[in-house]
């Protein structure tokens, strides 16, 4: 079942082709592109505190942006109405529509740790943390993005949250800078910061960011799963 | 037996708003049953509880005899279902939409059988020549017909329609009449604004008002719930003899101008004219049923 709407859903990306292109390859394939531009001013690990940035930032914009609007969209009633009957659950429409922004923003993920390793050479990478730190971090961004979704319901509402919420995250979180700023530490995203970082060998392994980031995890899944696994999806105030 | 039986159904919303207030609507086997009424009559309210998505606050619902309470599986497995709003997936083909659906549905199905049953519906339907259109590039009655076309090609018992042919071409609608009465379904729940399309399909009607049932029956027995006032127009071919004619009448130069209480009185004079003296020209004005289930909310709603 998961198979044909993963392909639905991006066969259905096809008019968007141009857009999606120049959003998830070209803008961000540049900003990495400034950051190698600059390392002669700075030292690779430098550049590397700011593309292990690029690659939080780039899940933050594909989840928090995109896919919370596409759940919004199946949340509206009439597409709940239409999905009531056919096969699938919402619950596995939801978890197409995760792995297919999943799907779509690894190229970027991949190509980021490759410059990572490239300036920090594979000797200082722990792959045995560095998998559990992008899990986590596709997990905790991924389940946020469908709790919010499917509790706004309605693209056009969705839209407004969508435009704020990843720009705060981003701001107030030392995705491009380095701070110890204590409202920093508010931010999820901090800690999903700390954790990548610590697996790349920029940052010492402290438990306390994934502790947290794990503890919001499981928060946020209870919360999505909730959400999509409700029997009466239409039983809120509406 | 009952394909679908919807007992003593109550729904109140959160704020207190009674939407459906203890109707029972049963469709039997290999029947079509509409559901009428205006505006916020509580069809919606009465779909979306059957459809699975809000809960009732009193009674019960049984599709294929297992109560959708216990067994809300039952919904996904027996009932196809096309939406109000022309719903389509915008950048993916007539074809493609059928094709996936079929896979959701089935994943066993060979392609060489997909393929036929896709065209098969394409050719019912009349949309073979969109096969390849982009959901964005269909129209309204197209955006229909695919929903349509979605409900049948899954092959399942049970059909429910909202509005199945509102911002539908009159062709488009007739075609749409005509593959839903021969669809050979166990069972067909309608609801509609559309009176014509009620009486044009349904083998029964139920009338909502309010949240209530306030009438039901063929739209036959509807229609002879009120009487209405007729009028006839004819040029007799000969006099026509005085104590034929009823009070109400006016004869300017040839033509009879006649009024009647009910569409039945109209009839019986009409017919000894007929017989007694033949006519050139005959138009009968007689109460659309249209008419008849505006004349019938408005009574229930005083």
């Known amino acids: 079942m998961i198979r044909p709407l993963v392909e639905m859903e991006l066969k259905g990306m096809r008019i968007y082709k141009t857009f999606l292109f120049v959003n998830l390859l070209i803008m961000p394939l540049a900003l990495l592109f400034m950051m190698i531009m600059n390392s002669s001013s700075r030292t690779s690990e430098d550049i590397s505190y700011l593309v292990s940035g690029f690659i939080v930032v780039s899940l933050v914009s594909s989840f928090l942006g995109t896919l919370t609007n596409r759940v919004s969209n199946v949340f509206e009633p009439s597409v709940l109405e239409l999905y009531s009957t056919l096969p699938p659950k919402i619950s596995t429409v939801v978890l197409a529509q995760f792995l297919t922004y999943s799907l779509l923003v690894l190229p970027q993920v991949i190509i980021a740790l490759s410059v990572i390793v490239y300036y920090q050479g594979v000797g200082r990478i722990n792959v045995l943390l560095l998998i559990p730190a992008l899990l986590i971090t596709f997990l905790e961004l991924g389940t946020l993005a469908i709790t919010i979704g499917a509790r706004i319901g309605n693209p056009y509402k969705a839209m407004a949250v969508t435009a704020v919420l990843p720009w705060l995250l981003v701001v107030f979180s030392p995705a491009y800078y380095r701070s110890s700023f204590l409202a920093l530490y508010l931010n999820p995203v901090t800690y999903l910061l700390s954790c990548i970082r610590s697996a790349v060998g920029l940052e010492r392994a402290g438990p306390i960011p994934w502790m947290l980031s794990v503890t919001l995890t499981v928060i946020f899944s209870i919360l999505a799963r909730r959400s999509v696994k409700a029997g009466y999806m239409l039983e809120k105030p509406f | ?302």
Request: hydrophobic residues 40%; aromatic residues 4%.
């Open chain 2, 1 to 302: 037996m009952n394909v679908i039986e919807i007992e003593n159904l109550t729904k109140i919303y959160p704020d207190g708003t009674k939407a459906n207030d203890g109707i029972s609507i049963s469709v039997r086997k290999n029947e079509i049953v509409g559901i009428i009424g205006p505006n916020g009559a509580g069809k919606t309210t009465l779909i979306r509880q059957l459809l699975g998505l809000l809960k009732p606050t009193e009674g019960s619902i049984r599709v294929m005899g297992k109560n959708i309470l216990k067994k809300p599986g039952v919904i996904k497995e027996t009932l196809a279902y096309v939406p109000q709003y022309p719903l389509s997936f915008p950048s993916l083909t007539v074809e493609e939409v059928l094709e996936y659906v079929i896979r959701m549905r089935d994943g066993n199905v060979s392609p060489t059988e997909r393929r036929k049953k896709i065209s098969e519906v394409l050719k019912l339907l009349g949309l073979e020549r969109a096969s390849r259109f982009f959901g964005y590039q269909l129209s309204g009655g197209m955006k229909k017909s695919l929903l349509l076309a979605m409900a049948l090609v899954q092959e399942l018992p049970l059909l429910v329609l909202d509005e199945p042919t509102s911002m539908v071409d009159i062709v488009t609608k007739h075609r749409l009449w005509e593959v839903i009465r021969n669809s050979n379904r166990e069972g067909i729940l309608l609801a509609s604004h559309d009176m014509n399309e009620v009486k044009a399909l349904c083998d029964r009607v139920y009338l909502i008002l309010q949240g209530k049932v306030v009438a039901s029956g063929t739209p036959g027995e509807i229609a002879s719930m009120v009487k209405m006032p007729t009028e006839v127009r004819l040029i007799p071919e000969r006099e026509i003899p005085p104590g034929v004619l009823p009070k109400e009448h006016r004869k300017r130069g040839d033509l009879y101008e006649l009024t009647f209480n009910t569409l039945e009185d109209a009839l019986k004079t009409v017919d000894v004219i007929v017989k007694s003296v033949g006519v050139s020209y005959l138009e009968i004005e007689s109460p659309s049923f249209e008419n008849l289930v505006i004349n019938l909310i408005g009574r229930n709603a005083e």
